[in-house]
Every structure is written in structure tokens, then in C-alpha cells.
């Protein structure tokens, strides 16, 4: 079947620019997770949705990010004013439901480069 | 979730098996044993997880400690394509997915042909 689909696959801006990501989750997955990955870094965590709603935005790196998910499916990440720090490939993961018993599955992310 | 342990490198021969350790001695009761890899420019790639019993499925197997406190992902014939960076996750059943994923450093598998 499908897999988590992401687009664009890469995406260069220019700095103060707005860019929208977008993640298309498993069909009947529940749970959606964002995260990013500085070059050489490890994951970072950004933000997760239950359904249409997202519990704990905490993670978001800045004022500057943003992330909705409408019908309970797609859900797009916004950066607004981007700056050069936020150049790293964005990865989206879905999973049945959001327990510990449930894997997720990733993406191929979004490579965003900022110039 | 509890923190995990494991080699920052191992490395093995081509259609070997291979034998990747993770210790987490502080593990939960309601902790899920998950073992996730990320190919170069790859999005990390779910292996395999397990609770508490052995597992198997066709990428891999798990072995877990009677105590909990280990666990081995065993690749049972290593191919080029297994290169990767190995991440073991403990996941709390009932923690949710408020916190997402937290990958430590991971061990580095090499191949040799």
C-alpha cells in the first residue's frame, strides 16, 4: 500500500520567504509526527496530531512555525520569515494510533534549503 | 522514555548474520522495545518492536532479555543494502504520542563485501 507521502521532496527559498510543507499520511492512521534533521544531527521532534489536534505544541522551534491537519488526514508544516537556520529536511512519520505499541512510519522528507 | 545504550559502530561481513545490541536497564513495564534504521539520505525505516516475547518478522529478529533490561536485533544475512544507522527506542504504551520518537546516536553498521 501507499506510504507517507511528502511534498515538495525539496524546496529552496529565499531567506524571509514563507514556505508550506505537506505530509499525506498512511490511509487510517491516526497519529501524525513532524520532525527535522539538521545536517549531521540527529531527529528532532517538532509536533504531534491525534486526529485534527495537536496536544502539545511546545515543540515547535519558534513563533515562526506553525502546523494544522485538517479532516484527519494531510497536515501541513509553515514557516513564516524563514531564516537560514531552519535549512534541514523535514520528516513527516504516521502511525495507526499514537501509543508506544504502534510503530511509525516515515516519509522521504522535505529537503529546505535557504539561501 | 527511559534512555537506551548501544556501540556507536559495529561492523560485518556481507551475508553474515548480525547481532546489534541495546541495553536499557531503567526500562518500564509498559515500555515498547522499537528498533528503527535511517539509510543515508533516507527517512528513518521501522524494523521491528517488541514488548516483552522474541519477534520476527521478514526484515528482522528480536531477542529481548528475560529481564527486560536488553534487547539484540539479529539481521539474519546482512546484505550491502543493511548499511545504516541503527536506533533502539523504548516507547511507553501509555505515554501517547505527545512526545514523538527520540533517537539517540545509534550504532553505525558497516558491511564489508
Known amino acids: 500500500g501507499a506510504g507517507v507521502s511528502q511534498s515538495p521532496s525539496n524546496k529552496v527559498t529565499e531567506k524571509g520567504k514563507d514556505v508550506e510543507l505537506r505530509c499525506d499520511p498512511i490511509?487510517?492512521?491516526?497519529?501524525l509526527y513532524w520532525y527535522r534533521q539538521s545536517l549531521g544531527q540527529g531527529l528532532e521532534f517538532l509536533i504531534y496530531?491525534?486526529?485534527?489536534?495537536?496536544?502539545?505544541k511546545s515543540g515547535l522551534p519558534s513563533d515562526r512555525f506553525s502546523a494544522e491537519r485538517t479532516g484527519g488526514s494531510v497536515s501541513t508544516l509553515t514557516i513564516q520569515r524563514t531564516q537560514q537556520e531552519d535549512s534541514a529536511v523535514y520528516l513527516c512519520?504516521?502511525?495507526?494510533?499514537?501509543?508506544?505499541?504502534?510503530?511509525?512510519?516515515f516519509g522521504d522528507g522535505t529537503r529546505l534549503s535557504i539561501l | 522514555d527511559a534512555k537506551t545504550t548501544q556501540p556507536n559502530s559495529m561492523e560485518s561481513n556481507e551475508e553474515e548474520p548480525v547481532h546489534l545490541p541495546c541495553n536499557h536497564s531503567t526500562i518500564s513495564g509498559t515500555d515498547y522495545i522499537h528498533w528503527y534504521r535511517q539509510l543515508p539520505s533516507q527517512g528513518p525505516e521501522y524494523v521491528i518492536h517488541?514488548?516483552?516475547s522474541n519477534v520476527n518478522n521478514r526484515m528482522a529478529s528480536l531477542a529481548i532479555a528475560e529481564d527486560r533490561k536488553s534487547s539484540t536485533l539479529i539481521l539474519h544475512r546482512a546484505t550491502l543494502r543493511d548499511a545504516a544507522v541503527y536506533y533502539c527506542?523504548?516507547?511507553?504504551?501509555?505515554?501517547?504520542?505527545?512526545?514523538?520518537?527520540?533517537f539517540g546516536k545509534g550504532t553505525h553498521l558497516i558491511i564489508q563485501p
Open positions: 527506542i523504548l516507547r511507553e504504551y501509555s505515554g501517547g504520542g505527545a512526545d514523538g520518537l527520540t
Open positions: 496530531f491525534q486526529g485534527n489536534s495537536a496536544p502539545d
Open positions: 490511509s487510517g492512521h491516526t497519529a
Open positions: 512519520a504516521s502511525s495507526l494510533e499514537g501509543s508506544g505499541a504502534q510503530p511509525q512510519h
Open positions: 517488541g514488548l516483552t
